[in-house]
């Protein structure tokens, strides 16, 4: 069974940095595409945030580019997105997701495909106050 368990969510000042971490577990795909997604409370969709592929490839929204950095460490199963330079529109709840079980994505079209994440987190709140 996979799971993807978020942390790292909190509150903070406009300018500030954050870090969210993802464990995955159960996901043993060789090849494969882990994404960050956002969703605000107004917001109809989740939209993607910043998308890294078994290729070593990295994608991200032109709203995050040059301010947040999507890595992974194996050892640790673990997926993270840093985030420097927070606005009060980056307030959302983030979810970290993996392509599958019957797809197959590649980081830079993840931002079309947001159907065919087939794992998804439970989320974490990320508040940016001005």
């Known amino acids: 069974q996979v799971q993807l368990v978020e942390s790292g969510g909190g509150s903070v000042q406009a300018g500030g940095s954050l870090t969210l971490s993802c464990v995955f577990s159960?996901?043993?795909?060789?090849?494969?595409?882990l994404g960050w997604f956002r969703q605000t409370p107004g917001g109809k969709e989740r939209e993607g945030v910043a998308?890294?592929?078994?290729?070593?490839?990295?994608k991200y929204a032109d709203s995050v580019k040059g301010r947040f950095t999507i890595f992974q460490d194996n050892a640790k199963n673990t997926l993270y997105l840093q985030m420097n330079s927070l606005k009060p529109e980056d307030t959302a709840v983030y979810y970290c997701?993996?392509?599958?079980?019957?797809?197959?994505?590649?980081?830079?079209?993840?931002?079309?495909?947001?159907?065919?994440?087939?794992?998804w987190g439970q989320g974490t709140q990320v508040t940016v106050s001005s």
């Open positions: 997701a993996a392509d599958g079980p019957s797809t197959q994505v590649l980081a830079p079209e993840f931002l079309e495909r947001v159907d065919d994440f087939g794992y």
């Open positions: 159960g996901y043993t795909y060789t090849d494969y595409c």
């Open positions: 998308a890294l592929d078994s290729d070593g490839i990295t």
